[in-house]
């Protein structure tokens, strides 16, 4: 069952988070194009998201964080009754690369950053991730906003401990109503 947390693990963050396998070379976001401010076009994020499966449950929940317009994301993964994570994970604007970066960490102790790129309504974020393990896991997430209250993920390229696993199907992430 710990095994089925690491995976759903690197697969939420590897949708969002990790070290990118490209070189970090500059490019332009369709954000960074416009007068728009860097993260507007992540914005329609905020609120509260969630899937479930036969598999288990995800709740996410986006908040905007700070002057510099940050994005703050939660995670919470239900297995079971036993099994569980967290994950908070902070998007931003890098400056220095001219991209969209997120940094990532779960409750059992691993960690990420990932670099996100977009065209039109998709998002492709490439990662690496620091299990608490000690392995080293990469991904390539892609996320697309179908509309206001829908969006799909999947995950594919994915690796843990240099060992090629199965991409992840895609999952659809609906907006839970306001209360």
Do not use: H
Not at 52 to 75: M, N, W
């Amino acid at each position: 069952m710990k095994y089925l947390i690491q995976t759903l693990a690197v697969f939420l963050l590897a949708t969002n988070y990790g070290f990118s396998q490209d070189s970090p070379e500059k490019t332009t976001d369709a954000a960074v194009a416009t007068d728009q401010a860097p993260l507007d076009s992540l914005r329609w994020m905020i609120g509260e998201w969630g899937d479930q499966s036969d598999e288990g449950s995800i709740g996410v929940k986006c908040v905007a964080y700070g002057k510099r317009g940050f994005l703050k994301r939660e995670f919470k993964l239900q297995i079971d009754d036993e099994n569980s994570m967290e994950v908070v994970q902070m998007i931003g604007y890098d400056p220095v690369l001219e991209r969209v970066q997120s940094w990532t960490f779960d409750t059992e102790g691993g960690y990420g950053t990932a670099l996100w790129s977009q065209e039109g309504d998709r998002w492709t974020i490439k990662t690496s991730f620091q299990l608490a393990s000690g392995e080293t896991a990469s991904s390539t997430n892609i996320i697309t906003k179908v509309d206001d209250n829908t969006v799909r993920w999947k995950s594919v390229n994915r690796q843990v401990g240099g060992q090629i696993q199965p991409s992840v199907a895609e999952s659809t992430f609906v907006r839970k109503k306001a209360k």
